[in-house]
């Protein structure tokens, strides 16, 4: 499993929040063979992402292969502290999925471009059979059931675990990352709320905006003053909101994300404003696909598509038709690109 430490120092104590990328070695089986049956029969060995229309979902015969499959990972049980909760962590699974570890079901979810995750904190042992049963098949329930687009069927995000302590910020809160910011632009300066998500009991709840300064509470406020605007392609600057979770005189778990404070509105004559000023849109649409890799896309080739867009002059992107995956928004900020999500 690929490790990724999440920590920081705050009165001499550290806090971890561990995250164990876990997309290497899974077997695929292209048939229904079941939840019972899938840990024991034959499959390929694959690394996620992963979509099994690659292929035959870019050859234009619109008779890809769409039905249910199984995904089978074995793993160890992670090093765990004294009431550590580990949850499972799905970024995106087209269309349907059921989650079952060591023959237990923890987690049924219908939507392919969403995270979702599963506390399987109870069902841990030793050793631990993962079954996934993914369906893109044609149904009534599931959005979209019509589209000018492949619906590939695969694990095609990333999937971890995550370890957090029994008072953390919330996992559990439609796969949120349990922090809300909203700046609002007030004159020169710029007013944050800061909204936190949080399962357990704690003491404090301090929430920074980093180089600006400080507040307590599960929702706060601080003010940035002369605040340097998000201001597109010409200076998309960014900053850092964190929030730490403080029992007992100790942080036990910390979350943080980058916003940028923009003002911005549509007039009917004038077009797009931002922060005042008229911003004439030039851009593309994107979907999350390429060819012969489907939509199972790695972070360089997001990384990739997004130097390509800006290298062509843009400064706005379609994201068509659904949820793209999160690094992207991510890069659009960096990139300071004008979102149509």
Same mark, same amino acid.
């Given at each position: 499993?690929?490790k990724?430490?999440?920590y920081?120092?705050?009165g001499?104590?550290?806090?971890m929040?561990?995250? *164990?990328?876990i997309?290497?070695?899974?077997?695929?089986i292209?048939?229904?063979?079941?939840?019972?049956?899938?840990?024991?029969?034959?499959?390929?060995?694959?690394?996620l992402?992963?979509?099994?229309?690659?292929?035959?979902?870019?050859?234009?015969?619109?008779?890809?292969?769409?039905?249910?499959?199984?995904?089978?990972?074995?793993?160890?049980?992670?090093?765990?502290?004294?009431?550590?909760?580990?949850y499972?962590?799905?970024?995106?699974?087209?269309?349907?999925?059921?989650?079952w570890?060591n023959?237990?079901?923890?987690?049924?979810?219908?939507?392919?471009?969403?995270?979702?995750?599963?506390?399987?904190?109870?069902?841990?042992?030793?050793?631990?059979?993962?079954?996934?049963?993914?369906?893109?098949?044609?149904?009534?329930?599931?959005?979209?059931?019509?589209?000018?687009?492949?619906?590939y069927?695969g694990?095609?995000?990333?999937?971890? *675990?995550?370890?957090?302590s029994?008072?953390?910020?919330?996992l559990?809160?439609?796969?949120?990352?349990?922090?809300?910011?909203?700046?609002?632009?007030?004159g020169?300066?710029?007013?944050?709320k800061?909204?936190?998500?949080?399962?357990?009991?704690?003491?404090?709840?301090?929430?920074?905006?980093?180089?600006?300064?400080?507040a307590?509470?599960?929702?706060a406020?601080?003010?940035?003053?002369?605040?340097?605007?998000?201001?597109?392609?010409?200076?998309?600057?960014?900053?850092?909101?964190k929030?730490?979770?403080?029992?007992?005189?100790?942080?036990?778990d910390a979350?943080?994300?980058?916003?940028?404070?923009?003002?911005?509105?549509?007039?009917?004559?004038?077009?797009?404003?931002?922060?005042?000023?008229?911003?004439? *849109?030039?851009?593309?649409s994107?979907?999350?696909?390429?060819?012969?890799?489907?939509?199972?896309l790695?972070?360089?080739?997001?990384?990739?598509?997004?130097?390509?867009?800006?290298?062509?002059?843009?400064?706005t992107?379609?994201?068509?038709?659904?949820?793209?995956?999160?690094?992207?928004?991510?890069?659009?900020?960096?990139y300071?690109?004008?979102?149509?999500?």
């Amino acid at each position: 499993m690929k490790k990724c430490l999440k920590y920081n120092v705050a009165g001499g104590h550290i806090y971890m929040r561990k995250i *164990l990328n876990i997309n290497s070695k899974w077997k695929f089986i292209k048939e229904d063979v079941g939840f019972n049956k899938a840990p024991t029969a034959n499959g390929e060995l694959v690394d996620l992402p992963h979509t099994w229309n690659n292929l035959d979902g870019q050859d234009g015969g619109d008779d890809y292969h769409r039905g249910t499959c199984f995904y089978v990972k074995e793993f160890e049980k992670p090093e765990l502290s004294n009431k550590d909760q580990v949850y499972l962590e799905f970024q995106g699974v087209n269309a349907s999925a059921e989650v079952w570890i060591n023959g237990k079901s923890v987690s049924y979810h219908e939507g392919g471009y969403s995270t979702f995750r599963a506390n399987i904190t109870e069902e841990l042992e030793e050793r631990n059979t993962l079954v996934v049963a993914v369906d893109n098949g044609k149904n009534d329930r599931v959005y979209p059931q019509v589209a000018d687009f492949t619906f590939y069927g695969g694990i095609y995000r990333d999937v971890s *675990l995550i370890i957090v302590s029994e008072s953390h910020f919330t996992l559990d809160y439609y796969g949120g990352p349990g922090i809300k910011v909203t700046p609002t632009v007030k004159g020169t300066d710029a007013e944050v709320k800061i909204e936190t998500y949080i399962t357990g009991n704690y003491d404090e709840v301090k929430v920074t905006v980093e180089g600006v300064g400080v507040a307590s509470g599960k929702e706060a406020i601080i003010t940035i003053p002369d605040v340097r605007l998000w201001n597109g392609v010409k200076d998309p600057y960014l900053y850092t909101a964190k929030a730490e979770l403080i029992v007992d005189g100790q942080v036990v778990d910390a979350v943080s994300t980058r916003f940028g404070c923009r003002s911005f509105s549509v007039d009917p004559d004038k077009g797009f404003i931002l922060n005042g000023e008229v911003y004439p *849109l030039r851009g593309v649409s994107r979907h999350q696909d390429r060819k012969d890799v489907g939509n199972a896309l790695t972070k360089d080739m997001h990384k990739e598509d997004m130097e390509l867009i800006a290298e062509m002059g843009a400064n706005t992107i379609r994201l068509a038709h659904y949820q793209h995956d999160q690094y992207f928004y991510d890069l659009c900020d960096e990139y300071g690109m004008v979102v149509w999500a």
